[in-house]
């Protein structure tokens, strides 16, 4: 029998409990032995759940219990996980966690207790929900430079565009439905201003060009400025409008950014809805590989954590491989990034986005009295430079 601890039995910690269950034969037959959960640490009580009798208060008593050899980490937050996440790896207990932020924050450190202590550090859930992109990074994938990570990160913004998109609704009402589903959270700053999207960027360039990429230094833009007029904007050039993250992982530096695209129908992310993730991975040998699936939910969510707890039991006494380092990549500037932009104007502007833009060919923007053009790649400094000399104007970055 290998024992687990769960770490917080919350939305993802109740899941992991339950798939552990549910596939409990599935999963002995996959290990050559049976996984049970003998702890719950949680501050609450829950009367009639099936995890009550194995509730603790104290992390101590998970710490100092030897035959706790894998340890779930499914609280949230930086703080106390980390503490608690650096003890058990410290005791040689394998940590499988979906904790983004921490893992953002503090994945190297604890990575290396890790190696340190002859255990793991496992974060699959923390980026793309269940969909299995990092073992695949540091496995399958291992052998290549990779060159660009690109994707749709972000189940809950992924909801509201859809939703705002095909019932022509607007920001507010799509946000309290998703608040109401339980897609957003009550303060849904973190989803929908793209800090979601961004640490999970960062996990993922991290690991793929084995530096620690810096959260704080991904450009970020949300979507809670996005409108109706957006939308027709992005309509009238073909495009449909998803908050993507991505990464061009170059020898000199790193070009990230997590923002509104109009992406266009020939763009995979195009056909990417509701609460489902995308990740293109693109590889020197390779060339591009595209992961889709359920980027939140409880057992979307569970099914990953899960996926690492096999892999720790298999691994009893090692060090599963995943790596990056302390050395931060050079980081593009804000300034510097090159992209195209589709631009609304009021038609009173046209002369003034000839003269500023060079733009020469308009289409019919959507919205009545409005015209719309498409630039060609320009650096983000020279474009708001351009863009600040029009009155009443709106853009969106485009993925053409
Ligand atoms: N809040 C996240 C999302 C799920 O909506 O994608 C957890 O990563």
Redesign the pocket.
């Known amino acids: 029998m290998i024992y687990a601890a769960v770490l917080g039995y919350g939305t993802v910690g109740s899941g992991v409990v339950e798939a552990l269950g549910t596939n409990r034969e599935k999963i002995a037959a996959a290990v050559g032995d049976e996984i049970a959960v003998k702890y719950v640490l949680d501050l609450r009580e829950f009367p009639g759940d099936p995890a009550e009798k194995l509730l603790v208060h104290d992390f101590s008593v998970i710490e100092e219990d030897d035959s706790v050899q894998i340890v779930v980490e499914t609280m949230g937050g930086v703080h106390p996980a980390y503490e608690f996440s650096l003890a058990a790896l410290k005791k040689g207990k394998s940590v499988c966690t ?1 904790n ?1 932020a921490l893992v953002a924050e503090k994945g190297c450190e604890l990575m290396a207790a890790a190696r340190e202590n002859g255990c793991s550090y496992l974060f699959e859930a ?1 980026c793309g ?1 269940g969909i299995p992109v990092i073992r695949a990074l540091n496995t399958s994938l291992a052998g290549e430079k990779i060159t660009e990570i690109a994707g749709i ?5 992924n909801y509201i565009l859809t939703r705002m998109e095909k019932e022509h609704l607007n920001y507010p009402e799509v946000l309290a439905d998703a608040q109401a589903l339980g ?3 009550k303060d849904p700053t ?2 929908v201003e793209g800090h ?1 999207a961004c640490r ?1 960027l960062a996990i993922l360039t991290s690991l793929a060009c084995g530096k620690r990429v810096e959260y704080t230094r991904i450009p970020t833009e949300g979507i809670s400025g996005i409108t109706q007029e957006d939308f027709r904007l992005a309509a009238a050039a073909g495009c449909r409008i998803r908050l993507l993250a991505d990464a061009v992982i170059a020898e000199e530096q790193v070009e990230a950014v997590v923002a509104p695209f109009a992406v266009p129908e020939n763009s995979f992310f195009y056909g990417i809805n509701d ?1 489902f ?1 995308a990740v293109s991975v693109t590889g020197n040998v390779l060339g591009e590989a595209v992961f889709v699936g359920r ?2 939910g409880k057992l979307a ?1 569970a099914s990953a954590v899960v996926g690492d707890v096999l892999d720790c039991a298999k691994n009893i006494g090692k060090t599963i491989p995943s790596f990056w380092a302390e050395e931060e990549p050079a980081m593009a500037e804000k300034d510097s990034l090159v992209f195209r932009f589709l631009v609304s104007i009021p038609e009173t502007e046209k002369s003034k986005a000839e003269a500023v833009f060079g733009a020469t060919e308009f289409f019919d923007a959507g919205t009545e009295g409005r015209l719309a053009f498409l630039t060609g790649e320009m650096q983000e400094q020279a474009f708001d430079r351009a863009f600040a000399e029009l009155e009443n104007a709106r853009f969106l970055r485009a993925r053409f």
């Open positions: 979906s983004k923390s929900g990160l972000n189940g809950t913004t897609y957003a959270e973190a989803d979601d999970k609460v993730n980027g939140a969510t």
